[in-house]
């Protein structure tokens, strides 16, 4: 496998196939400018082409205009990058994977993860007009602690102002689906402030979003997620504020809030579908029993870094961040006591809230007499309280418990022959526990009374890696890293059917570490931008998603083998302001389903994204700007998996054209321009018998935006 992917990337490469790498810095900086780029997520100041990764940077220019068309970070992301899955087009992130994994999402570092009853829903943690760039590290790591088993995607939010006075910038748009209908309208309006005099600095910000409801390539109303909630006919209000000052001419201290809602208008019911007649899952007008599903984010850090303390960079950063997530609700069988009410009658919904305290501290410099080695130390801390409670009938679905994390971390890069090669590496010591009361499970579950405990581990988390650069603008590298997280605890202690269990004996607590290995080599000459990344990461015990008849996901511990290839390329045209690229993703992962050493099935849809080709064309010249891309997700026929959940395969294209005005630029998107009527990659690899969740994908979608600064 190995050997043909090699041949397969040569002629990949020969032929001119697109690089992700293009959107690092955009057509305004120069190959050495974009090479340069310190990328915060990495916890270093070194350049990201000293480190054996693969990075992506999304600036804010690009970010904005694929929000545009697209909505939102989750999807700009996927439109962006073939390694990341295509998206539900829903909130929730269950089954939406980087390279065959979860990422880690996180705003200026600090995690938006809840490790105990994961929500999926930190792709939705902060409005995407106060991010300034996405910097997205993939593959296993431990450098920003667990989670990132499938890479990191860090939102860094809008820089402080440079020059003294005030400035800013505002959005207004509005969008529509092919329909035109007022039930599918929908807009945004959100302004920014920044102001400056001397040392000191503020920024606040607002913007308020609506949803209309989503029609599909035929004009139907998309069908409502009954389970995990929705986007679409939601509104959400978010506030952004940040407070610096300068203490001297390399040292800062700045304090950031974000505050994120998005809430359900429960207008419309669900209604179900007919998989065996191939009628999608639809939606009425009515009104959603229960409370409105509701995302509620708050994050507030402070930061401390000085540039220059005896000779390095130190920084000390604390966070508190607050979620509370309400689910849409349902007669689900998952929630049925016949003590409280007649089986079959009883309405409940679920509510995750969880609370987050956290610090980093790290130190990186230059050793003395030997300036070629750079060492960085450091140390996290990671307090996380959750509970999942049902909100009708006030029981709790998962107890109240406690996380804690304490990580000392030290890291190392060599530079040798003046900068030809590079030899990286480093470890992270995690020591983990978590503390679970006593508690009893749902009726649905047996009612079972499950003895709690404090189980925990401690792990050497070790990576290393080296980076040869024989010519300036051509690197190759080789890297192993391990990451770590926890299988959704909350989904483990409340599928608990057997007697007699006690936690701290329990082995299904035991931690996802996950082990990345890559080679890739990157071009960076002239016109051209390439690169070519072989990967393969595997777990002993990972964590598999099995849904269950009423949608809800159970954890199965079982080994996972991932391996895959990625291919990209831009290249400038001699035509001035053209530029042509493509990527192409090939992932395949295998599953051990019953414990017997051998890898019998591949991961199914839930678990692993499907093979994948990018192209786009981007044309800048003076005031107009223009983009067309098209996304080919290839057909894939799953091993060991129900035939009903092969993946048929569908094309996407979307477009975009903005003009600069006297005041500001307005820009015209075009999400699905061929509306194709196509049903989404995880209805139809998920759920063969489930009606109420058989999906199609967003049509035609127009947005008109209106942007300026001052």
Same mark, same amino acid.
């Given at each position: 496998?190995?050997?043909?992917?090699?041949?397969?990337?040569?002629? *990949?490469?020969?032929?001119?196939?697109?690089?992700?790498?293009?959107?690092?810095?955009? %057509?305004?900086?120069?190959?050495?400018?974009?090479?340069?780029?310190?990328?915060? +997520?990495?916890?270093?100041?070194?350049?990201?082409?000293?480190?054996?990764?693969?990075?992506?940077?999304?600036?804010?220019?690009?970010?904005?205009?694929?929000?545009?068309?697209?909505?939102?970070?989750?999807?700009?992301?996927?439109?962006?990058?073939?390694?990341?899955?295509?998206?539900?087009?829903?909130?929730?992130?269950?089954?939406?994977?980087?390279?065959?994994?979860?990422?880690?999402?996180?705003?200026?570092?600090?995690? $938006?993860?809840?490790?105990?009853?994961?929500?999926?829903?930190?792709?939705?943690?902060? /409005?995407?007009?106060?991010?300034?760039?996405?910097?997205?590290?993939?593959?296993?790591?431990?450098?920003?602690?667990?989670?990132? !088993?499938?890479?990191?995607?860090?939102?860094?939010?809008?820089?402080?102002?440079?020059?003294?006075?005030?400035?800013?910038? !505002?959005?207004?748009?509005?969008?529509?689906?092919?329909?035109?209908?007022?039930?599918?309208?929908?807009?945004?309006?959100?302004?920014?402030?920044?102001?400056?005099?001397?040392?000191?600095?503020?920024?606040?910000?607002? #913007?308020?979003?609506?949803?209309?409801?989503?029609?599909?390539?035929?004009?139907?109303?998309?069908?409502?997620?009954?389970?995990?909630?929705?986007?679409?006919?939601?509104?959400?209000?978010?506030?952004?504020?940040?407070?610096?000052? /300068?203490?001297?001419?390399?040292?800062?201290?700045? *304090?950031?809030?974000?505050?994120?809602?998005?809430?359900?208008?429960?207008?419309?019911?669900?209604?179900?579908?007919?998989?065996?007649?191939?009628?999608?899952?639809?939606?009425?007008?009515?009104?959603?029993?229960?409370?409105?599903?509701?995302?509620?984010?708050?994050?507030?850090?402070?930061?401390?870094?000085?540039?220059?303390?005896?000779?390095?960079?130190?920084?000390?950063?604390?966070?508190?961040?607050?979620?509370?997530?309400?689910?849409?609700?349902?007669?689900? #069988?998952?929630?049925?006591?016949?003590?409280?009410?007649? *089986?079959?009658?009883?309405? %409940?919904?679920?509510?995750?809230?969880?609370?987050?305290?956290?610090?980093?501290?790290?130190?990186?410099?230059?050793?003395?007499?030997?300036? +070629?080695?750079?060492?960085?130390?450091?140390?996290?801390?990671?307090?996380?309280?959750?509970?999942?409670?049902?909100? $009708?009938?006030?029981?709790?679905?998962?107890?109240? !418990?406690?996380?804690?994390?304490?990580?000392?971390?030290?890291?190392?890069?060599?530079?040798?022959?003046?900068?030809?090669?590079?030899?990286?590496?480093? &470890?992270?010591?995690?020591? &983990?526990?978590?503390?679970?009361?006593?508690?009893?499970?749902?009726?649905?579950?047996?009612?079972?009374?499950?003895?709690?405990?404090?189980?925990?581990?401690?792990?050497? @988390?070790?990576?290393?890696?080296?980076?040869?650069?024989?010519?300036?603008?051509?690197?190759?590298?080789?890297?192993? #890293?391990?990451?770590?997280?926890?299988?959704?605890?909350?989904?483990?202690?409340?599928?608990?059917?057997?007697?007699?269990?006690?936690?701290?004996?329990?082995?299904?607590?035991?931690?996802?570490?996950?082990?990345?290995?890559?080679?890739?080599?990157?071009?960076?000459?002239?016109?051209?931008?390439?690169?070519?990344?072989?990967?393969?990461?595997?777990?002993?015990?990972?964590?598999?998603?099995?849904?269950?008849?009423?949608?809800?996901?159970?954890?199965?511990?079982?080994?996972? %083998?991932?391996?895959?290839?990625? @291919?990209?390329?831009?290249?400038?045209?001699?035509?001035?302001?053209?530029?042509?690229?493509?990527?192409?993703?090939?992932?395949?992962?295998?599953?051990?389903?019953?414990? /017997?050493?051998?890898?019998?099935?591949?991961?199914?849809?839930?678990?692993?994204?499907?093979?994948?080709?990018?192209?786009?064309?981007?044309?800048?010249?003076?005031?107009?700007?223009?983009?067309? $891309?098209?996304?080919?997700?290839?057909?894939?026929?799953?091993?060991?998996?129900?035939?009903?959940?092969?993946?048929?395969?569908?094309?996407?294209?979307?477009?975009?054209?903005?003009?600069?005005?006297?005041?500001?630029?307005?820009?015209?998107?075009?999400?699905?321009?061929?509306?194709?009527?196509?049903?989404?990659?995880?209805?139809?690899?998920?759920?063969?018998?489930?009606?109420?969740?058989?999906?199609?994908?967003?049509?035609?979608?127009?947005?008109?935006?209106?942007?300026?600064?001052?």
């Amino acid at each position: 496998m190995k050997i043909a992917f090699g041949m397969l990337a040569a002629s *990949v490469l020969s032929t001119g196939v697109a690089s992700a790498q293009e959107i690092q810095a955009g %057509d305004r900086a120069d190959d050495a400018r974009r090479r340069d780029v310190v990328v915060t +997520a990495a916890r270093t100041n070194l350049p990201a082409s000293a480190l054996p990764l693969t990075v992506d940077v999304i600036d804010r220019e690009t970010l904005s205009r694929q929000v545009a068309v697209s909505g939102s970070v989750v999807d700009a992301i996927s439109a962006l990058l073939p390694a990341f899955s295509p998206t539900r087009e829903k909130i929730t992130g269950f089954g939406e994977t980087l390279r065959g994994r979860s990422p880690l999402y996180a705003i200026n570092g600090i995690p $938006q993860s809840t490790p105990i009853r994961d929500g999926a829903r930190d792709g939705y943690t902060i /409005d995407p007009f106060f991010i300034d760039r996405v910097e997205v590290i993939y593959g296993s790591n431990a450098l920003q602690g667990i989670g990132a !088993t499938g890479g990191v995607v860090n939102q860094v939010t809008a820089s402080a102002p440079k020059q003294n006075g005030w400035s800013g910038r !505002t959005l207004l748009q509005g969008n529509s689906g092919d329909d035109f209908a007022g039930a599918s309208l929908g807009g945004k309006i959100a302004g920014l402030v920044n102001m400056r005099s001397g040392r000191f600095d503020a920024t606040g910000g607002v #913007a308020f979003e609506r949803r209309g409801v989503f029609v599909d390539g035929r004009g139907r109303r998309i069908g409502l997620d009954g389970n995990q909630s929705e986007i679409q006919d939601t509104d959400s209000l978010a506030f952004f504020g940040r407070v610096g000052v /300068d203490l001297s001419d390399t040292a800062r201290f700045e *304090v950031i809030a974000n505050r994120f809602k998005l809430e359900g208008n429960n207008h419309y019911v669900a209604v179900d579908g007919d998989r065996t007649l191939g009628i999608p899952a639809t939606s009425r007008r009515g009104e959603t029993p229960g409370q409105p599903s509701t995302g509620l984010s708050e994050m507030v850090s402070a930061s401390l870094t000085d540039g220059n303390v005896l000779g390095g960079a130190f920084t000390l950063q604390g966070f508190y961040n607050r979620t509370s997530d309400t689910f849409a609700g349902g007669v689900l #069988a998952t929630f049925q006591d016949a003590r409280i009410a007649p *089986v079959g009658t009883l309405f %409940d919904q679920s509510r995750n809230v969880s609370r987050t305290l956290g610090g980093k501290i790290s130190y990186e410099r230059t050793v003395p007499g030997l300036k +070629a080695l750079t060492l960085t130390a450091g140390f996290d801390a990671l307090i996380d309280r959750t509970k999942q409670e049902l909100v $009708q009938t006030g029981r709790n679905w998962v107890p109240q !418990t406690d996380f804690r994390s304490l990580a000392p971390f030290g890291q190392a890069n060599l530079k040798l022959f003046d900068g030809v090669v590079r030899v990286a590496g480093g &470890v992270r010591y995690e020591t &983990v526990q978590l503390d679970i009361p006593d508690y009893t499970t749902l009726a649905s579950a047996s009612a079972r009374a499950v003895i709690g405990g404090k189980p925990s581990f401690d792990r050497a @988390l070790w990576n290393g890696g080296v980076v040869l650069e024989p010519v300036k603008g051509i690197r190759a590298y080789g890297s192993y #890293a391990e990451g770590y997280t926890i299988a959704d605890i909350g989904r483990v202690l409340r599928g608990i059917t057997q007697p007699n269990i006690r936690i701290s004996d329990f082995l299904d607590l035991t931690p996802v570490i996950s082990n990345n290995r890559e080679i890739g080599v990157e071009v960076k000459q002239g016109p051209l931008d390439a690169s070519v990344t072989y990967y393969w990461s595997s777990s002993d015990l990972g964590q598999v998603l099995v849904r269950s008849s009423d949608g809800f996901f159970n954890v199965a511990r079982q080994p996972i %083998d991932i391996e895959g290839l990625e @291919l990209n390329l831009a290249v400038r045209t001699p035509l001035p302001g053209l530029k042509l690229g493509t990527g192409f993703s090939h992932l395949n992962g295998r599953t051990d389903t019953n414990a /017997d050493g051998i890898f019998d099935a591949d991961l199914d849809g839930a678990n692993i994204s499907p093979d994948r080709l990018n192209l786009n064309l981007d044309y800048t010249r003076g005031r107009l700007s223009a983009r067309v $891309q098209g996304r080919y997700y290839l057909s894939r026929r799953f091993q060991g998996q129900p035939i009903a959940n092969d993946f048929v395969g569908y094309r996407l294209f979307d477009a975009y054209v903005a003009y600069e005005l006297p005041v500001g630029r307005a820009m015209l998107s075009v999400q699905n321009l061929g509306n194709t009527d196509y049903v989404t990659y995880y209805s139809d690899t998920q759920g063969p018998t489930d009606n109420a969740r058989f999906y199609t994908g967003r049509g035609r979608n127009v947005t008109l935006s209106w942007q300026a600064g001052f």
